[in-house]
């Protein structure tokens, strides 16, 4: 959705408003561009929430059956990401009588505001400043996540921190060793070679990929994101439908506007194809070896299990340097017994130190296979600063590890 056709809406609508979701994208995203816009949002409605459910700035839920009865008399935007889920969600508003249906979720948000950026309009600006303006986005979304202000003058805490220095630290630099593609000539240089998953082919779309010169077994991933991981077990059955739909729509996702991570801005949206790592004893998946880096030391080791097996649910375990577990938590919960060290503990410590080193806080993640090691990523922003640290004074003591007076060639403050 353009932004010509948004404020073409809020001029000649004078009914009531609804957002259809109340997820993660209709009480920010799309409720943020609403209400920048000038409309008043009446209430939410969404198939799995009851009516009478406050959902954000006292505005409630009505239930499917009440918003039906307004008819043609109700605008819906409907805010649900995934086009299946959209177009049922239409099929079902128009089936009961609902008219004026609007498509709100991320990528039709990502378009009004990647159209309001590009205009450059000083009114425009100030009018979605909530959305446009970095500072202003991470503020308003770091209370809505974190349950408190974020303090960009005096930040303490680990994720306060990391939002600091999205807006401070831009060395250009950093663009390259976000991109999955680029950084593995940057870890050659500095650790060597034999530590680089071997890339197969590298590709402007989907499509360019020639499946043929492909084994039987690799990984699809693309360079500019996190999470468009597709792993390919077995070529003969690969669903290359499903894939498709999965990294095309990777590749039209603007990664920097989720989080406001600036490297990603930069960074040029292709895939890439992976040597498949196969662990001889598959028990759900492959270890993720996470060194927390502060200045060139790695303070703290994370270790996720199950990150390649969908049929397993992901356990996220903390240690210090020590090697001792310690008790913490960030999103997911820890294994119910406590996973062991890798054979190559003090190895991989040193290889990240030596990767991080001058960098204010970065955190670098290995894969262990038959006691080889392999470099997986480098990440600035640990969940994007702002999933809740567990319990609270984990977040304080990683927040001072982080000393951001030895941050070199940061950005203006804006």
């Not at 060290?341 to 410590?349: E, I, S, T, W």
């Not at 640990?382 to 977040?395: T, W």
Request: hydrophobic share 35%; charged share 30%.
């Amino acid at each position: 959705m353009k932004y010509d056709e948004l404020n073409g809406l809020k001029t000649n609508w004078k009914g009531k408003v609804c957002i259809f979701g109340a997820g993660g994208t209709g009480t920010t995203w799309a409720y943020d561009l609403l209400t920048s816009a000038g409309f008043s949002i009446h209430f939410f409605c969404d198939n799995g929430k009851k009516e009478g459910v406050p959902v954000i700035d006292g505005i409630y839920t009505i239930s499917p059956d009440t918003l039906y009865t307004y008819q043609d008399k109700v605008a819906v935007f409907v805010a649900i990401d995934n086009p299946h889920h959209q177009q049922s969600i239409k099929n079902q508003l128009e089936k009961n009588g609902v008219s004026h249906i609007f498509n709100l979720g991320y990528f039709s948000v990502q378009e009004c505001i990647e159209d309001l950026m590009d205009r450059k309009d000083e009114a425009l600006n100030k009018q979605f400043q909530c959305l446009l303006d970095d500072t202003d986005f991470l503020c308003k979304k770091f209370e809505r996540m974190m349950g408190y202000p974020l303090d960009l003058e005096n930040p303490k805490t680990f994720n306060e921190k990391l939002q600091w220095l999205k807006i401070h630290d831009h060395k250009p630099e950093y663009v390259k060793m976000v991109d999955k593609y680029e950084v593995k000539n940057y870890i050659a240089s500095k650790i060597g070679e034999e530590y680089v998953i071997p890339t197969l082919g590298v590709y402007e779309r989907f499509d360019d990929i020639d499946f043929e010169k492909l084994p039987s077994k690799f990984v699809l991933k693309c360079t500019h994101d996190s999470g468009s991981v597709i792993v390919c077990r077995d070529k003969e059955t690969f669903d290359k439908e499903a894939a498709k739909e999965t990294l095309d729509s990777a590749l039209d996702r603007n990664f920097y506007l989720l989080a406001r991570e600036w490297p990603y801005k930069e960074v040029p949206r292709r895939i890439i194809a992976e040597e498949y790592l196969e662990k001889l004893d598959v028990q759900g998946g492959i270890e993720d070896y996470k060194y927390f880096c502060f200045s060139g030391k790695a303070k703290i080791l994370l270790i996720a299990q199950s990150r390649m097996d969908d049929a397993h649910e992901t356990t996220t375990d903390f240690f210090n340097e020590k090697q001792e577990h310690i008790e913490m938590k960030s999103e997911h919960e820890n294994a119910a017994v406590p996973p062991k060290m890798p054979q190559n503990y003090q190895k991989m410590k040193e290889l990240a130190e030596n990767i991080s080193a001058g960098i204010a806080h970065v955190r670098v993640d290995f894969y262990e296979l038959d006691g080889k090691i392999y470099f997986g990523e480098m990440t600035f922003f640990h969940q994007g600063g702002f999933v809740p640290i567990e319990p609270y004074e984990r977040d304080l003591e990683l927040g001072g590890f982080i000393q951001l007076g030895n941050c070199e060639n940061t950005a203006e403050w804006r």
